[in-house]
């Protein structure tokens, strides 16, 4: 009966997160005890063990295997695809995910918000994928959405501002603390800092602004806002980004870039199409410009191929 | 529809999609965009799925993660020659002296942490910190030590934390470290944290006082009293005869901070120096009293010489018989000031009209159901004031409002408004039973009362819920009436809706009104050590209102659009 003991201990509040910071994660941060709460630690050191995330259903799937039924939904927001499981072993949302798919094999299209735990894969190599238990869910209308994409935009710019305060600070609990970032920052600021290597948090202020302008109504693309290219910092981590920049340091070509995104991020599965697309637009090439040149390459050049629709992998290593 | 706006996007789509109907392709573009906030040129990808046939898009393989790490969870797992080991431990204290190591003088902490901090028999050793972790061993915090080693001497386990050593805060602890140096520091400084301290300070109250042993064996004499400075007042409890008075400056040096509930107090012992101190600059003792008054908001059970100022709401005698037969009064109603309202009890017989001012002094602060509650015993303790303190406070509506995150890491409070989203509405919201022996209305589990066993219960309505701000989080607990109120259907209504239609339905209308949604709530908090809990005395759903909370997250931090 402890599951109703009507008050959680120490309950972890529901992180506001977009799908594309959550999903630059690799640091994954698992206490020793059997009931200890895990983490995945994003690079703006928001520490999750919990979020709150919504977005349109985008794909939708029902899986057999022998622990039971399972369900994976994908959800977009503005900034990417949120991945969400209904695994065996939360039978009540059963119920709910069921008529979810069955509404998505008809076609229909909607909005959900979900509350879900962090849940992460690491591969032999280091590569981490990640995705979210979902723990409630439900169909939201569009202004409760635009309402998250707001409150989801003020988390993202607090914990911006705390990185960069992070950046200058003195690297403890009590320099951050001194450096006045937020108490329930501090310790997930130190651990990214000690992980991942410095990014130019411009690249999450892009995912702000348009959540912000999605949530007053306003429906623009925010695409190549910095005409000099941003050296470095890959959006797929892990495996160092030794091609982006070539040896002189200048910019390499669009369809370099490309190809070595596919490169660095490719660990089996291939890249998704929304990841080359954010990568090429971190380093100052339009969306459209980026759309010509995955075409070209796939149509005429061949040098890389879509062997499930919107996965990239090369055809010449 | 506006014809041929998405033309360019439809060709693509039927690029992909030759069999798709161009107008129901532009329809979903239109949705995409107007439904979804997402612009057409986004949603590409994701309407060309649509039109395509539904076909797996298999994802890889997820599970948890398999981090392999060295780590214990008890020290009983530790053999003495043991290094580079990981451990979460709670930490019961840290002390520390300076030492000479190497001829340099260094830092030393040392003190006892507990394993197995989260749940079950814990057990305590000693340690010592040597890589200045001060900042992040504070007492009653619980921390992983990473590459921490076992020092054994005289057949004696304890853990050395060093240099190279990691400690990560998995739980905040609270206070300060404690520097061992004479050099003074504040009042506010020295009552965050339980450590030595030197104080210097203005004496504001000192009186004898006796403590009587529990076991019968006698009393002993103490004094306690108060001190003060620019930064705030703080409690003492001496141990031994004291010569100072009222008003007198002193140095307090190694005193040591202890906390009695959560109110800190310092102690003066056999190794405390006190000697008269002299700077013309201090404030006097009339300049810090009038700084130290309190408000209700900053009540904390077990604070002693409250100074502050309230308007009565109400005020009503009680009588009651005593257990050795003895008949006797006590007075009590509701007060408040415009920080929030709070119970006021009386021992001593004192008339209060509803609606005046007065100010209360040397008051104490009992926790009563989680909320702190001011006590006075003598009649002198009470003043009536001829003028208002502060402007008029309309009662039926006095809500303080609060950030949630303020209300979860502060004390227990009452008349508070606040405002989260809900994250959850748990599966035990709803008709419950309680129990219906005298006093008690315990809530029954499988038709058992947790005090007297099983017994008919009586059947109430109540909703259970999380409210949540992204930092933090409360549960919610709204009780019969608010949440007839917040439903719109009386508890027979409701009772006979569920008789008839069954439990699904109803919780899935619960979760519908609530659930994702953002509420305002107004009622009490209590804080306890199992967390935060908000007890509604009334619960609206937030209008959904995106354009002001965005225009208000960029006013925040200033974004250019």
Same mark, same amino acid.
């Not at chain 1, 635009?146 to 607090?158: Q, V």
């Not at chain 2, 002094?361 to 702190?372: D, E, F, T």
């Not at chain 2, 006075?376 to 409002?401: R, Y």
């Not at chain 2, 008709?431 to 066993?453: Q, Y």
């Given at each position: 009966?402890?599951?109703?003991?009507?008050?959680?201990?120490?309950?972890?509040?529901?992180?506001?997160?977009?799908?594309?910071?959550?999903?630059?994660?690799?640091?994954?941060?698992?206490?020793?005890?059997?009931?200890?709460? /895990?983490?995945?630690?994003?690079?703006?050191?928001?520490?999750?063990?919990?979020?709150?995330?919504?977005?349109?259903?985008?794909?939708?799937?029902?899986?057999?295997?022998?622990?039971?039924?399972?369900?994976?939904?994908?959800?977009?927001?503005?900034?990417?695809?949120?991945?969400?499981?209904?695994?065996?072993?939360?039978?009540?949302?059963?119920?709910?995910?069921?008529?979810?798919?069955?509404?998505?094999?008809?076609?229909?299209?909607?909005?959900?918000?979900?509350?879900?735990?962090?849940?992460?894969?690491?591969?032999?190599?280091?590569?981490?994928?990640?995705?979210?238990?979902?723990?409630?869910?439900?169909?939201?209308? +569009?202004?409760?959405?635009?309402?998250?994409?707001?409150?989801?935009?003020?988390?993202?710019?607090?914990?911006?501002?705390?990185?960069?305060?992070?950046?200058?600070?003195?690297?403890?609990?009590?320099?951050?603390?001194?450096?006045?970032?937020?108490?329930?920052?501090?310790?997930?600021?130190?651990? +990214?800092?000690?992980?991942?290597?410095?990014?130019?948090?411009?690249?999450?202020?892009?995912?702000?602004?348009?959540?912000?302008?999605?949530?007053? /109504?306003?429906?623009?693309?925010?695409?190549?806002? +910095?005409?000099?290219?941003?050296?470095?910092?890959?959006v797929v981590e892990e495996k160092p980004p030794q091609n982006i920049v070539s040896e002189n340091g200048s910019a390499m070509s669009l369809d370099d870039l490309i190809i070595s995104t596919i490169a660095a991020g490719d660990r089996g599965e291939g890249v998704d199409y929304d990841a080359i697309i954010r990568e090429c637009s971190v380093h100052g090439h339009s969306r459209q410009d980026a759309e010509d040149a995955i075409d070209s390459l796939r149509a005429v050049g061949g040098r890389i191929s879509e062997h499930k629709f919107g996965w990239f992998r090369l055809t010449e290593v | 529809m506006s014809d041929g706006k998405y033309d360019t996007e439809v060709k693509l789509v039927l690029q992909e999609v030759s069999n798709a109907d161009p107008a129901e392709v532009a329809k979903e573009f239109e949705r995409y965009e107007n439904e979804f906030l997402i612009p057409p040129r986004d949603a590409l990808r994701s309407v060309v799925r649509k039109f395509m046939e539904p076909g797996s898009d298999a994802d890889k393989t997820v599970s948890q993660p398999a981090i392999v790490a060295k780590k214990v969870s008890r020290f009983s797992e530790l053999g003495s020659n043991d290094r580079n080991v990981s451990i979460e431990v709670l930490v019961s204290s840290y002390n520390s002296r300076l030492q000479q190591v190497r001829g340099e003088e260094r830092q030393i902490g040392f003190g006892f942490i507990e394993d197995s901090p989260w749940e079950g028999e814990r057990t305590k050793w000693e340690y010592k910190d040597w890589g200045n972790k001060a900042q992040d061993l504070l007492p009653n915090s619980i921390v992983r030590l990473e590459g921490v080693s076992v020092n054994e001497w005289n057949g004696k386990k304890s853990i050395n934390i060093n240099q190279t050593s990691r400690v990560s805060v998995l739980k905040e602890g609270s206070g300060t470290p404690s520097v061992p140096t004479s050099e003074p520091i504040t009042i506010e400084q020295a009552s965050k944290g339980e450590s030595t301290v030197t104080v210097v300070a203005r004496v504001l109250s000192v009186k004898p006082d006796q403590i009587i042993r529990r076991d019968g064996s006698g009393s002993i004499d103490v004094v306690r009293g108060r001190v003060g400075d620019q930064t705030g007042s703080i409690g003492f409890l001496s141990w031994k005869a004291l010569e100072v008075k009222e008003g007198d400056l002193v140095k307090i040096e190694n005193a040591q901070v202890k906390r009695f509930r959560e109110t800190p107090e310092i102690n003066i012992g056999d190794y405390t120096k006190i000697e008269p101190y002299h700077d013309r600059a201090f404030p006097t003792k009339d300049d810090i009293q009038q700084e130290s008054k309190s408000t209700i908001m900053n009540l904390r059970d077990g604070m002693r010489d409250v100074e502050i100022e309230l308007q009565v709401v109400d005020w009503t005698v009680r009588s009651f018989?005593?257990?050795?037969?003895?008949?006797?009064?006590?007075?009590?109603?509701?007060?408040?000031?415009?920080?929030?309202?709070?119970?006021?009890?009386?021992?001593?017989?004192?008339?209060?009209?509803?609606?005046?001012?007065?100010?209360?002094?040397? @008051?104490?602060?009992? @926790?009563?159901?989680?909320?702190?509650?001011?006590? %006075?015993?003598? !009649?002198?303790?009470?003043?009536?004031?001829?003028?208002?303190?502060?402007? !008029?406070?309309?009662?039926?509506?006095?809500?303080? %409002?609060?950030?949630?995150?303020?209300? %979860?890491?502060?004390?227990?409070?009452?008349?508070?408004?606040?405002?989260?989203?809900?994250?959850?509405?748990?599966?035990?919201?709803?008709?419950?039973?309680?129990?219906?022996?005298?006093?008690?209305?315990?809530?029954?589990?499988?038709?058992?009362?947790?005090?007297?066993?099983?017994?008919?219960?009586?059947?109430?309505?109540?909703?259970?819920?999380?409210?949540?701000?992204?930092?933090?989080?409360?549960?919610?607990?709204?009780?019969?009436? !608010?949440?007839?109120?917040?439903?719109?259907?009386?508890?027979?209504?409701?009772?006979?809706?569920?008789? %008839?239609?069954?439990?699904?339905?109803?919780?899935?209308?619960?979760?519908?009104?609530?659930?994702?949604?953002?509420?305002?709530?107004?009622?009490?908090s209590i804080n306890d050590d199992r967390g935060c809990m908000i007890q509604a005395e009334s619960l609206v759903v937030s209008e959904t209102i995106p354009v002001e909370i965005a225009e208000s997250v960029i006013e925040r931090w200033g974004v250019v659009l």
């Open positions: 009966m402890t599951f109703s003991n009507p008050i959680r201990v120490g309950r972890q509040s529901a992180i506001r997160v977009f799908a594309h910071e959550y999903r630059d994660a690799t640091l994954p941060e698992q206490g020793s005890g059997e009931y200890d709460p /895990g983490f995945m630690v994003t690079r703006l050191g928001a520490k999750i063990n919990r979020a709150l995330i919504a977005g349109t259903i985008d794909s939708s799937e029902r899986r057999e295997s022998e622990s039971g039924q399972s369900f994976r939904f994908n959800l977009i927001d503005v900034t990417g695809t949120h991945r969400v499981e209904v695994s065996p072993f939360n039978p009540e949302l059963h119920p709910e995910a069921e008529e979810i798919h069955a509404r998505f094999e008809r076609g229909d299209r909607f909005i959900m918000m979900v509350v879900g735990k962090q849940r992460s894969f690491t591969t032999e190599d280091g590569g981490v994928f990640t995705s979210y238990n979902a723990q409630e869910m439900r169909e939201i209308n +569009s202004q409760i959405y635009a309402e998250w994409l707001a409150e989801t935009a003020d988390a993202t710019l607090r914990r911006i501002d705390a990185y960069e305060k992070a950046l200058t600070a003195e690297q403890s609990m009590a320099g951050f603390r001194g450096a006045g970032i937020p108490e329930d920052l501090v310790d997930g600021m130190l651990l +990214s800092r000690a992980h991942y290597p410095d990014f130019e948090s411009e690249v999450y202020m892009l995912d702000v602004l348009q959540a912000l302008n999605a949530a007053l /109504g306003r429906s623009v693309e925010i695409v190549n806002r +910095s005409p000099e290219p941003v050296p470095s910092n890959p | 018989t005593t257990k050795d037969g003895e008949s006797r009064e006590v007075r009590s109603g509701e007060v408040q000031d415009p920080s929030g309202r709070c119970r006021l009890t009386s021992w001593a017989k004192v008339d209060l009209i509803p609606g005046s001012f007065i100010k209360i002094q040397n @008051a104490r602060v009992q @926790a009563w159901q989680g909320s702190p509650d001011l006590v %006075t015993d003598g !009649p002198d303790q009470i003043e009536v004031l001829e003028k208002a303190p502060f402007g !008029p406070i309309d009662s039926s509506n006095h809500w303080v %409002t609060e950030d949630l995150d303020v209300l %979860t890491s502060g004390g227990s409070r009452r008349g508070i408004s606040t405002s989260g989203r809900i994250v959850s509405v748990r599966s035990d919201s709803g008709i419950i039973l309680r129990c219906t022996k005298e006093g008690c209305r315990r809530v029954l589990r499988d038709g058992m009362c947790g005090e007297h066993g099983e017994v008919e219960g009586s059947e109430d309505l109540r909703l259970m819920m999380v409210i949540d701000s992204g930092v933090s989080n409360a549960s919610l607990l709204v009780s019969r009436e !608010p949440a007839e109120s917040v439903i719109g259907e009386s508890f027979q209504e409701i009772t006979e809706r569920i008789r %008839t239609s069954g439990r699904e339905p109803f919780m899935s209308e619960l979760k519908e009104r609530f659930l994702g949604h953002r509420v305002t709530v107004n009622g009490r």
